[in-house]
């Protein structure tokens, strides 16, 4: 095996999803590990050291990915793995300073307040965030480093990867 490959955590209950993102990722050079759910993910960080996750947020419940991430977030022995959320919600763009500040605006305008999934990305300097409610309409905060639209694009997964690898 090759130590110098970088390792990706792919993190998807699809397989129809993992697969094509393996085949990807693979053909550049990538190691890929795919993990189906937040426990496998929180198995395979703590094994298999990888250098970037992606995260899907739909899998055994609705907000798993958000809660792996922020897991991840909280935990010291995987704060510093980067890690991209995929996903088919759009992400809304600001040139503001503060994304998080940006998301509670969002949330104070009547077209907006009601979602329960906000994805906030600066398009001057690429800081990014997701403010979502969970079940009891409490919101929750938390900066990643990128967002990868789902259906997957060859050209703009690996555009995001090298970024933050």
């Known amino acids: 095996m090759e130590?110098?490959?970088k390792r990706i955590l792919i993190v998807d209950d699809d397989i129809d999803v993992?697969?094509?993102?393996?085949?990807?990722?693979?053909?550049?050079?990538?190691?890929?590990i795919p993990a189906m759910n937040k426990n496998e993910a929180l198995?395979?960080?703590?094994?298999?050291?990888?250098?970037?996750?992606?995260?899907?947020?739909?899998?055994?419940?609705?907000?798993?990915?958000f809660e792996l991430a922020q897991e991840m977030l909280k935990n010291p022995e995987f704060k510093d793995v980067p890690f991209l959320i995929q996903s088919s919600i759009d992400v809304l763009v600001?040139?503001?300073?503060s994304v998080q500040e940006m998301a509670r605006e969002y949330r104070k305008d009547p077209s907006f307040?009601?979602?329960q999934v906000l994805l906030v990305k600066n398009i001057t300097d690429g800081s990014a965030g997701i403010d979502y409610k969970d079940e009891d309409g409490?919101?929750?905060?938390?900066?990643?480093r990128g967002f990868i639209r789902k259906p997957v694009?060859?050209?703009?997964?690996?555009?995001?990867v090298e970024k933050h690898i």
Not at 18 to 32: N, S
């Open 3 to 5: 130590t110098n490959k």
């Open 18 to 32: 993992i697969t094509p993102m393996k085949a990807i990722l693979t053909r550049e050079g990538y190691e890929v």
């Open 43 to 65: 198995e395979k960080l703590r094994s298999e050291k990888p250098d970037l996750a992606i995260l899907d947020v739909m899998m055994t419940t609705h907000y798993e990915g």
């Open 94 to 97: 600001t040139s503001k300073a």
């Open 113 to 115: 307040k009601d979602l």
């Open 138 to 144: 409490k919101s929750h905060w938390f900066p990643v």
């Open 153 to 160: 694009e060859a050209k703009k997964i690996l555009e995001e």
